[in-house]
C-alpha cells in the first residue's frame, strides 16, 4: 500500500511514520509537509537518507493547500492519512488566518484531489471540535456529540471534518475521520503543555499554569493514538468516525506536579500565569465504538509512566527542541502567559 501522509515531520505525523515503518514494514510511505515552525526534518532522520536513515521515507516539502502539487502526489498513492494542521490554540488566538489556510483550504484541496483520484482519504482530527464539558458531567464526548467549538484552531478543524463529512455524503468519497484527545510523547513542539513544563524544569524555569489550572484534558500517548490510526485504515468501516481516546483523564495541576516529582523538584514548585481567553474546561473521550469495531487497545495504561519516557526523551534529545524553545518562550512572554 503507497501511504502518503500530511504533516508527516510535525509532532504526531512524523510518530506515525516511524511507527508503521516498524509495525507495517509493507507500507511505502510518502510525507508531505510545509516545514513551518512546528515541524522538523530531525524527527524523521532514522528513514531520511540526507540524515543518514534508512532512505525508506520520501519528504516533500510543500503545502497541503497547493492544488497542483497535491493533485500529483494524490495520484501516485493509494491512501491519504491527513494529520497536516496549525493546531496550538494560543497562536490561533493570536493570529487565525493560518488555521483558516492550513485546516480548511489544506483539507478542502486534498479532498478535491481524492474525489478526482477516488483514492481513500482517512481525516486526523480533534476533541477540540466538540467544545468543552463540565467537570462533573458523567457524559463523555461520543460520535454522535454536536460539534460546538470554542477558539479559532477548533472551528476551523470542526470545519474541516464538516467538509469530509460532506465530500462523503454528496461524492461518495471513501474516506474515515478519527477525533483523538490530548496527546503527549516524544518530539512534541515545546510549545505544549506537558513539553514546555518538562524543558522548563530541564533549563531550571518554573512550570506555567494557566489560571486555576483545574482544567482537565484526557491524556493519551502518541503511539497509542497512532496505533488506532492504523486499526482505522485496516478495519475500519468507510465514512465513520471515531473517537481515540485512553481514559487519561487528569487536570493541569496533576501533570504538573506528577512531572515535578518525576524531575525530583518540589510538587508546588510552579507559577500561575494569566489564563488562555475562553479556555475550555475538560474534554473526554468514550471511545467504545472504536474499541468495538477494531482490536485496538492502549498499550500504555498509565500516564505516569508515559510520562517518565517523555521526561527521558526530552533529557536526552537538547539538541532537538532548544532552538524552538526560545522562539516559543519569547511567544509566550509577548502573550504574557
Ligand atoms: O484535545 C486535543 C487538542 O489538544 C489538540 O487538538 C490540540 O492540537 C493540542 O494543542 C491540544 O490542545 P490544548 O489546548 O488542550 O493543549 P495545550 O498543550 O496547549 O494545553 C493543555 C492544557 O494545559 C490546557 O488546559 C492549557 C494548559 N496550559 C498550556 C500551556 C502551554 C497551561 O496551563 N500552561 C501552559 O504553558
Redesign the pocket.
Known amino acids: 500500500m503507497r501511504v502518503l501522509v500530511t504533516g508527516g515531520a510535525g509532532f504526531i505525523g512524523s510518530n506515525f511514520v516511524l511507527r508503521a515503518r516498524e509495525t507495517r514494514p509493507d507500507w511505502t510511505l510518502t510525507v508531505i509537509d510545509s516545514m513551518t515552525y512546528a515541524a522538523n526534518r530531525h524527527s524523521l532522520a532514522p528513514v531520511l537518507s540526507e540524515l543518514g536513515g534508512d532512505g525508506s521515507v520520501r519528504l516533500v516539502e510543500g503545502s497541503v493547500a497547493d492544488a497542483s502539487l497535491v493533485d500529483g502526489l494524490v495520484a501516485d498513492h493509494d491512501i491519504v492519512v491527513h494529520f497536516a494542521a496549525e493546531?496550538?490554540?494560543?497562536n490561533s488566538l493570536d493570529s487565525p488566518w493560518p488555521f483558516v489556510e492550513s485546516n480548511i483550504v489544506g483539507t478542502f484541496t486534498l479532498l478535491e484531489a481524492i474525489r478526482r483520484h477516488g483514492k481513500r482519504l482517512h481525516h486526523i482530527s480533534?476533541?477540540?471540535v466538540y467544545g468543552d464539558l463540565e467537570l462533573d458531567d458523567p457524559e463523555r464526548f461520543t460520535e454522535r456529540t454536536p460539534v460546538n467549538p470554542s477558539s479559532p484552531?477548533s472551528a476551523t478543524?470542526a470545519g474541516a471534518d464538516l467538509l469530509v463529512r460532506a465530500w462523503i455524503r454528496s461524492f461518495g468519497i471513501h474516506a474515515t475521520v478519527s477525533n483523538?484527545?490530548?496527546n503527549y510523547g516524544p518530539r512534541q513542539h515545546v510549545?505544549?503543555?506537558i513539553p514546555?513544563q518538562i524543558t522548563n524544569i530541564l533549563d531550571g524555569t518554573k512550570p506555567?499554569?494557566?489560571g486555576s489550572?483545574l482544567?482537565v484534558?484526557d491524556w493519551i500517548h502518541v503511539d497509542d493514538h497512532n496505533d488506532a490510526v492504523i486499526a482505522i485504515l485496516e478495519q475500519g468501516r468507510l465514512g465513520e468516525t471515531y473517537l481515540i481516546g485512553a481514559d487519561g483523564e487528569r487536570n493541569?495541576l496533576e501533570i504538573v506536579r506528577m512531572l515535578l516529582e518525576i524531575m525530583g523538584k518540589p510538587a508546588d514548585g510552579f507559577d500561575h500565569v494569566d489564563d488562555?481567553p475562553g479556555?475550555d474546561l475538560r474534554?473526554a473521550i468514550d471511545s467504545s465504538k472504536l474499541r468495538a469495531e477494531t482490536d485496538w487497545r492502549p498499550q500504555y495504561g498509565d500516564v505516569r509512566a508515559g510520562l517518565e519516557a517523555t521526561v527521558e526523551w526530552y533529557a536526552a534529545n537538547r539538541d532537538w527542541w532548544e532552538a524552538a524553545k526560545i522562539e516559543s518562550e519569547r511567544t509566550y512572554a509577548r502573550l504574557g502567559?
Request: with cysteine; proline share 0%; net charge positive.
Open positions: 493546531s496550538h490554540n494560543d480533534t476533541d477540540e484552531y478543524k483523538c484527545s490530548n510549545e505544549k503543555f514546555r506555567k499554569v494557566y489550572g482544567n484534558r493541569n488562555r479556555h474534554y502567559r
